[in-house]
């Protein structure tokens, strides 16, 4: 990263000198023209699979000369930050879970960059109920779950989906909603015990490593699609930092790689570190990346 670094500060330097020599109003350094540092800001929810990209990200944002703020909200209230400007950053988008925000705000927000493909979601159960391997096989079984599925936070398109597949399938069963670590708290507890459970599930996840457990089947196709994740950004990124937009835009990273990472860090790595040690590990690509 030492080399990455020079070069960089070496490009910027060529680049003021340049820009100063045909207009004298143009500055490349990282501050507003009152002299402040810019600060990128990074939206973060409460799900395991947006942190090692946005630490990654963040990281490298730093080196670059910038401030960093990290920003904690729901989905919904992530894509309202992006299209008001308080957000510049967003490193997990589901597509096309998350498209109707993209279409909502799509006069202020930019889809800048897929970060991986191959992204799955769905309910899951315990690989020991061989008799439930379809949604269509909860139909009339709905009380040994106890009426429930366990979900994440309400108002998420996945939360969203989910009420759609119950209508779909005609059960009666209602969405529990808390945050990743409960909903995984509740569903461990059922399976320590063999009990009937089902909760939500999606790729990349530790959970898949870590329990013996099945997504269901789907024929009406409600869930059953791939998803790819993208980085989205505010429109107003490409003029306040252009350097840090050409850099998102070439962003991609492996879900191998994703699932690794929060497998690190759901066993008490710290992030910053779990990120640093990526970041080691792949300069060539960071350099793909950052256009050299």
């Known amino acids: 990263m030492k080399r990455l670094v020079i070069s960089l500060v070496s490009a910027l330097f060529l680049i003021g000198i340049v820009g100063c020599s045909g207009?004298?109003?143009?500055?490349?350094?990282?501050?507003t023209s009152e002299g402040k540092a810019v600060t990128i800001k990074f939206g973060i929810t409460p799900w395991t699979s947006t942190v090692p990209p946005t630490k990654i990200a963040s990281l490298i944002v730093q080196e670059m000369g910038?401030?960093?703020?990290e920003v904690d909200a729901d989905a919904g209230s992530v894509y309202t930050g992006l299209s008001r400007g308080d957000?510049?950053?967003?490193?997990?988008?589901?597509?096309?879970?998350?498209q109707p925000y993209l279409d909502k705000y799509a006069d202020t927000i930019?889809?800048?960059?897929?970060?991986?493909?191959?992204?799955?979601?769905?309910?899951?159960?315990?690989?020991y109920m061989?008799?439930?391997?379809?949604?269509?096989d909860i139909k009339g079984k709905e009380d040994i779950f106890g009426n429930e599925m366990y979900s994440i936070e309400e108002g998420t398109s996945a939360s969203e989906t989910i009420d759609e597949?119950?209508?779909?399938y005609d059960l009666d069963i209602e969405q529990v909603h808390s945050s990743e670590g409960a909903m995984m708290a509740m569903a461990i507890k059922k399976m320590d015990k063999e009990e009937p459970v089902i909760f939500y599930g999606w790729r990349p996840h530790t959970m898949f490593n870590k329990f013996d457990i099945k997504t269901l089947e789907d024929p009406k196709e409600v869930f059953g699609y791939e998803s790819s994740i993208h980085v989205i950004t505010n429109n107003d990124l490409?003029?306040?930092?252009?350097d840090v937009y050409e850099f998102l835009s070439n962003w991609s990273i492996s879900i191998d790689d994703m699932e690794e990472m929060i497998a690190q860090i759901d066993d008490g790595a710290n992030p910053d570190e779990v990120a640093q040690e990526w970041i080691d590990n792949n300069e060539d690509k960071i350099k793909e990346m950052m256009g050299e």
């Open 87 to 98: 957000i510049n950053v967003f490193m997990d988008s589901w597509i096309p879970a998350h």
């Open 238 to 242: 490409q003029e306040s930092a252009p």
């Open 66 to 69: 910038y401030d960093v703020e």
């Open 165 to 168: 597949l119950i209508e779909t």
């Open 130 to 136: 061989e008799d439930i391997n379809s949604y269509e």
């Open 23 to 31: 207009d004298a109003g143009t500055s490349d350094d990282k501050s």
């Open 110 to 127: 930019d889809d800048t960059a897929i970060s991986y493909d191959g992204a799955t979601a769905g309910w899951v159960v315990p690989t």
